[in-house]
């Protein structure tokens, strides 16, 4: 039986963050929302400020299982074809 011991820090791996764009003016954003109540709500909010500020062009939802739920293969490619950058959200 292997039993987790949340008293010892566990070993990290190197992680690089996605690159940064340097200007929001004109780029297309995707938003993935994980179904809880609000959460699309909120994400279409953040969506339309940004269109209002930086003329950011909302171009793809896609709607999570469940908030424990990965985001599929097929939404993944869809993102990364139509979008300059991703919000995720979490609702509540």
Same mark, same amino acid.
């Given at each position: 039986?292997?039993?987790f011991?949340?008293?010892?820090?566990?070993?990290?791996?190197a992680f690089d963050y996605a690159p940064r764009? *340097?200007?929001l003016k004109g780029l297309k @954003?995707?938003?993935?929302e994980n179904t809880k109540f609000n959460s699309e709500?909120?994400?279409?909010?953040?969506a339309e400020r940004l269109d209002e500020r930086y003329k950011v062009?909302?171009?793809?939802?896609?709607? *999570?299982k469940s908030s424990?739920?990965? @985001?599929?293969?097929?939404a993944i490619a869809t993102l990364k074809a139509s979008s300059d950058f991703v919000i995720a959200g979490v609702g509540d």
């Open positions: 039986m292997e039993i011991d949340p008293t010892v820090s566990a070993e990290r791996e764009p *340097k200007d @954003v995707g938003l993935v709500k909120i994400l279409r909010k953040i062009k909302l171009v793809h939802v896609d709607h *999570k424990s739920h990965s @985001v599929n293969d097929d």
